[in-house]
């Protein structure tokens, strides 16, 4: 089945790893794979010790996406078709696959559109993408939608990323 999780509220990602260790509990494989974000983030080194789970990303910090240089675009861009290559060729191996961040890959072109779109419509185990801002495509193939509404964030009242729980 396909799950989503949307919104612009705090807990996508943290949805997206527990889910994922629920999954290795039970011995499936897994494959986690992180879109646009490249600096560290405390479940990354965690999961991958978890029988079971892969985690691939790309590894650089390349920051804000409005903020890249058009060179290291284009090397992001080619990290992440890299890593959906090797989804696609890899994907009958595991159980669950964990597309983290990837309607931000989609929306913004950071990313083949039309791989993600095959990983979608032919992935026969649990597909897991998270985002902001789904699309209305993916919305419509999913079985599972589970959208986080922020009602406070304390980044609003100037609060910066905390680790543990930011990252
Ligand atoms: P988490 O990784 O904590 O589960 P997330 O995946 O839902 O969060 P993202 O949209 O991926 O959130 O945002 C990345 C970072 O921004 C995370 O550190 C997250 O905690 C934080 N964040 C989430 N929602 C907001 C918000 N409304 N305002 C500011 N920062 C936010
Ligand atoms: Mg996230």
Known sequence: MIHIYCGNGKGKTTAAAGLAVRMAGHKKQLLFVQFLKGSYTGEIDILERLNGI???RCDKEYGFF????PQDKNNLIK??????DYVIN?????????????FAAYNYQLADKEKIKYITETYKGELVLTGREPNKWFMEKADYISEIKKIKHPFDIGIGAREGIEY
């Open 54 to 56: 892969t985690v691939t």
């Open 66 to 69: 409005s903020s890249l240089t």
């Open 79 to 84: 990290c992440h078709n890299n890593n959906l």
């Open 90 to 102: 890899n994907m009958n191996h595991f159980d669950m696959i964990v597309l983290d961040e990837i």
